[in-house]
């Protein structure tokens, strides 16, 4: 009974509505030539449908053969017979493709082959004549006029429309040629989409079925005055009213003029479980001549891809029942992407883009950050159990959100403020960790300065490579210099023997030792140094420190009787700030007496 299926579309003729499933119906128009000037439009109306056991039908006794045949000849009684069955009224209403012709005509019916198990499929045709003059007033000259809409439903969620309209038309003035123009003129008076028919078939689409062109076509024959005329249209279908949970509220993907589409897809980084959202789209201008390209571009910078990626993300980290496993703490994208990049094409109205968005909560918790800029580093301990001395290698990545320019701009800035102060953020947290691996080491301090560093800009990848080593060996305190070694050398004064040989008796020698009181003692200090910059100022700064170091040195260790000066030697290197410094000293000192005894062996 039709009554247990609501119908959406009401298709009637006469008193007769269709009982579901609901024919498909659909329509021609043609021009007949009555005579002289008279013309009139005739249309033609095909219904095509099927009649078939519902689950919720009545089926009597379980007979389908006899239910269906019921059905069957129920339909027949309408349209067949006698002449009671012409001259009804045909109306089309709901789903927003009312339709209405009066005084028709049933041409024929005619009820497909079937075994009557479940379905019987029926055609009927009608016909009847537009009883205003608005067409053939507006269109005369005008024949065999097509204007035809075709939907496709795209499992994208994007569904595509098919304008084609057609013409053609006969000459009414015996002075000059013009059916083209009249064919042309039918066409273009139905070209756009102001009046479309509508669809029932696709759900979910855009509100009140805005159509995106995409492109027209056109086919010209002035010889024989026809011309034809294809538009394609685009249109969103999956701007779903029925979403709930985190994918409720999501923003539409199509306005008046401009259709988003995109596709969205999850990398899941076990390693570290960081999750990466990547949204790849574009976004396409409507090619009518009214849609310019700064409408495209507005549109565009309005769009919110966060909020499309970001609640893909919170379904995807619950999960469906909002128990997924493994659930991260952070259940929101950072909402400055890791990377973004666009393509816009002003000719086709056409803006494609990436962006990848992540919740990485390293840039909110890292220790060396500046914004959406963090260090990600390693730091290793190496101990020289000999020297008792540990060494602190810190390397790692300048990593930054955005897009490739803002990433090679903003790792600068957090390059600088790691280099500031003799890198003071990296030695500070090195220092740290330091005291953190070795608690009973906390009377040493690391260097002030790193005894290497290394830093290398990845441009096409917006990333800088970093590293430095650190150390608790000692240094020089307070002191402008990167590196400063010294050593001494003493030649002492000792006591002077000589061997005399016997003139008494041949291979007989004599030692006499000579008694000095005072000989003169050499000291070496040689002094090398490294200025902390590259520039001619820490150059001068090195040659003040090692200049005053070697005197200090030459102060505590030549306190003799006549000090000379024996040599000088000063060896500058401008390229990297390295400078030597040594000189050597005589001075008068007491005589040191090594004495020597031989070992009695007996």
Same mark, same amino acid.
């Given at each position: 009974?039709?009554?247990?299926?609501?119908?959406?579309?009401?298709?009637?003729?006469?008193?007769?509505?269709?009982?579901?499933?609901?024919?498909?119906?659909?329509?021609?128009?043609?021009?007949?030539?009555?005579?002289?000037?008279?013309?009139?439009?005739?249309?033609?109306?095909?219904?095509?449908?099927?009649?078939?056991?519902?689950?919720?039908?009545?089926?009597?006794?379980?007979?389908?053969?006899?239910?269906?045949?019921?059905?069957?000849?129920?339909?027949?009684?309408?349209?067949?017979?006698?002449?009671?069955?012409?001259?009804?009224?045909?109306?089309?209403?709901?789903?927003?493709?009312?339709?209405?012709?009066?005084?028709?005509?049933?041409?024929?019916?005619?009820?497909?082959?079937?075994?009557?198990?479940?379905?019987?499929?029926?055609?009927?045709?009608?016909?009847?004549?537009?009883?205003?003059?608005?067409?053939?007033?507006? $269109?005369? @000259?005008?024949?065999?006029? %097509?204007? !035809?809409?075709?939907?496709?439903?795209?499992? &994208?969620?994007? #569904? =595509?429309? *098919?304008?084609?309209?057609?013409?053609?038309?006969?000459?009414?003035?015996?002075?000059?040629?013009?059916?083209?123009?009249?064919?042309?003129?039918?066409?273009?008076?139905?070209?756009?989409?102001?009046?479309?028919?509508?669809?029932?078939?696709?759900?979910?689409?855009?509100?009140?079925?805005?159509?995106?062109?995409?492109?027209?076509?056109?086919?010209?024959?002035?010889?024989?005055?026809?011309?034809?005329?294809?538009?394609?249209?685009?249109?969103?279908?999956?701007?779903?009213?029925?979403?709930?949970?985190?994918?409720?509220?999501?923003?539409?993907?199509?306005?008046?003029?401009?259709?988003?589409?995109?596709?969205?897809?999850?990398?899941? $980084?076990? @390693?570290?479980?960081?999750? %990466?959202? !990547?949204?790849?789209?574009?976004?396409?201008? &409507?090619?009518? #001549? =009214?849609? *310019?390209?700064?409408?495209?571009?507005?549109?565009?910078?309005?769009?919110?891809?966060?909020?499309?990626?970001?609640?893909?993300?919170?379904?995807?980290?619950?999960?469906?029942?909002?128990?997924?496993?493994?659930?991260?703490?952070?259940?929101?994208?950072?909402?400055?992407?890791?990377?973004?990049?666009?393509?816009?094409?002003?000719?086709?109205?056409?803006?494609?883009?990436?962006?990848?968005?992540?919740?990485?909560?390293?840039?909110?918790?890292?220790?060396?950050?500046?914004?959406?800029?963090?260090?990600?580093?390693?730091?290793?301990?190496?101990?020289?159990?000999?020297?008792?001395?540990?060494?602190?290698?810190?390397?790692?990545?300048?990593?930054?959100?955005?897009?490739?320019?803002?990433? !090679?701009?903003?790792?600068?800035?957090?390059?600088?403020?790691?280099?500031?102060?003799?890198?003071?953020?990296?030695?500070?947290?090195?220092?740290?960790?330091?005291?953190?691996?070795?608690?009973?080491?906390?009377?040493?301090?690391?260097?002030?300065?790193?005894?290497?560093?290394?830093?290398?800009?990845?441009?096409?990848?917006?990333?800088?490579?970093?590293?430095?080593?650190?150390?608790?060996?000692?240094?020089?305190?307070?002191?402008?210099?990167?590196?400063?070694?010294?050593?001494?050398?003493?030649?002492?004064?000792?006591?002077?023997?000589?061997?005399?040989?016997?003139?008494?008796?041949?291979?007989?020698?004599?030692?006499?030792?000579?008694?000095?009181?005072?000989?003169?003692?050499?000291?070496?200090?040689?002094?090398?140094?490294?200025?902390?910059?590259?520039?001619?100022?820490?150059?001068?700064?090195?040659?003040?420190?090692?200049?005053?170091?070697?005197?200090?040195?030459?102060?505590?260790?030549?306190?003799?009787?006549?000090?000379?000066?024996?040599?000088?030697?000063?060896?500058?290197?401008?390229?990297?700030?390295?400078?030597?410094?040594?000189?050597?000293?005589?001075?008068?000192?007491?005589?040191?007496?090594?004495?020597?005894?031989?070992?009695?062996?007996?």
């Amino acid at each position: 009974m039709s009554e247990n299926y609501p119908q959406p579309v009401k298709v009637q003729y006469g008193s007769f509505v269709f009982p579901q499933p609901t024919p498909y119906v659909s329509k021609t128009f043609s021009n007949e030539f009555v005579g002289g000037n008279l013309w009139s439009t005739r249309v033609s109306i095909t219904l095509v449908g099927k009649v078939a056991l519902l689950p919720r039908d009545e089926e009597g006794d379980g007979n389908n053969y006899l239910t269906l045949s019921e059905k069957r000849d129920k339909i027949a009684k309408e349209f067949a017979g006698g002449l009671s069955k012409n001259y009804q009224d045909f109306s089309v209403s709901g789903g927003g493709a009312d339709f209405s012709l009066s005084n028709c005509t049933v041409d024929s019916i005619s009820f497909g082959s079937s075994n009557y198990v479940g379905l019987i499929e029926y055609s009927i045709t009608l016909s009847g004549f537009k009883n205003d003059k608005d067409f053939y007033t507006a $269109n005369y @000259g005008v024949t065999a006029p %097509t204007d !035809n809409w075709s939907y496709s439903e795209g499992h &994208s969620g994007v #569904s =595509s429309a *098919t304008h084609t309209i057609s013409a053609k038309g006969t000459n009414t003035n015996n002075s000059k040629t013009n059916g083209f123009a009249k064919a042309k003129a039918f066409v273009n008076s139905r070209k756009g989409a102001s009046n479309r028919v509508g669809t029932i078939l696709m759900k979910n689409a855009h509100p009140e079925s805005s159509l995106i062109l995409n492109s027209t076509s056109e086919a010209i024959s002035r010889f024989g005055g026809t011309y034809s005329l294809t538009e394609n249209y685009s249109f969103a279908n999956n701007d779903a009213s029925l979403a709930t949970g985190e994918e409720a509220n999501l923003p539409s993907t199509q306005t008046a003029n401009v259709l988003l589409t995109y596709t969205l897809s999850f990398d899941e $980084n076990h @390693g570290d479980g960081f999750i %990466t959202v !990547n949204i790849n789209g574009r976004v396409v201008g &409507s090619k009518d #001549s =009214s849609v *310019t390209w700064e409408q495209v571009r507005s549109d565009f910078k309005s769009r919110d891809l966060y909020q499309l990626a970001n609640k893909a993300y919170k379904r995807y980290v619950k999960g469906s029942e909002g128990s997924r496993s493994g659930t991260p703490n952070n259940l929101e994208l950072h909402k400055t992407p890791m990377s973004f990049s666009i393509s816009p094409n002003e000719e086709a109205k056409v803006i494609a883009f990436q962006a990848s968005y992540d919740n990485n909560d390293l840039f909110a918790n890292a220790k060396i950050k500046n914004e959406d800029t963090y260090f990600s580093y390693n730091i290793t301990f190496t101990h020289d159990n000999v020297a008792d001395i540990i060494t602190i290698p810190c390397s790692g990545t300048i990593m930054t959100r955005g897009s490739l320019k803002k990433r !090679n701009r903003d790792n600068k800035t957090l390059l600088d403020l790691m280099l500031a102060n003799s890198h003071k953020l990296v030695r500070d947290e090195a220092q740290r960790l330091y005291y953190k691996m070795f608690p009973g080491r906390t009377q040493y301090v690391l260097s002030p300065r790193p005894n290497s560093i290394s830093v290398t800009q990845n441009q096409f990848e917006g990333t800088i490579s970093y590293s430095a080593t650190f150390s608790d060996a000692d240094f020089p305190d307070n002191s402008e210099l990167k590196n400063l070694t010294y050593d001494i050398n003493i030649q002492p004064p000792l006591q002077i023997h000589k061997a005399v040989p016997s003139c008494l008796q041949n291979g007989h020698y004599l030692i006499y030792d000579l008694n000095l009181a005072q000989k003169r003692e050499e000291v070496s200090i040689n002094v090398a140094a490294i200025g902390d910059e590259r520039n001619q100022d820490a150059l001068f700064s090195a040659q003040d420190e090692i200049e005053s170091i070697n005197d200090k040195v030459e102060k505590s260790f030549v306190d003799g009787d006549v000090v000379r000066l024996v040599n000088q030697n000063k060896v500058e290197n401008k390229q990297i700030s390295n400078i030597t410094f040594s000189r050597t000293f005589s001075h008068e000192k007491p005589v040191e007496i090594l004495q020597l005894n031989r070992e009695d062996t007996g």
